[in-house]
């Protein structure tokens, strides 16, 4: 069993960053693929970026490419999502996502585990 808690969301003006951080319980976490997906009102969740444990291979949105980076610390048992240059579109309730049982890394249902997801809000 796996449990994730996110943290770092809040209000930015657009042009802003901002840092989340997704921390998990468990002994096997530098092995676990662990993804971020978000969630706007009325919008179904989507991918946004994944990062490999074992290789520490990296995967983005287009949307997100070249803006937001995706890194973690074994040793912490975190994984972050820096975002850099913020637009009102990125406002949404971010999902970190662990364990992937599914080659498509970029569906929900390919994690096993989630977190219960904190509110990103970019203002214009």
């Known amino acids: 069993q796996v449990q994730l808690v996110e943290s770092g969301g809040g209000l930015v003006q657009a042009g802003g960053s901002l840092r989340l951080s997704c921390a998990a319980s468990?002994?096997?976490?530098?092995?676990?693929?662990m993804g971020w997906f978000r969630q706007a009102p009325g919008e179904e969740r989507e991918f946004v970026a994944a990062i490999w444990g074992s290789s520490g291979l990296r995967r983005f949105a287009d949307s997100v490419k070249d803006r937001f980076t995706i890194s973690r610390d074994n040793a912490k048992n975190t994984v972050y999502l820096q975002m850099n240059s913020l637009k009102p579109e990125d406002t949404a309730v971010y999902y970190c996502?662990?364990?992937?049982?599914?080659?498509?890394?970029?569906?929900?249902?390919?994690?096993?585990?989630w977190g219960q997801g904190t509110q990103v809000t970019v203002s214009s």
């Open positions: 996502a662990a364990d992937l049982k599914l080659s498509t890394y970029f569906q929900p249902a390919a994690y096993n585990y």
């Open positions: 468990g002994r096997t976490f530098s092995s676990k693929t």
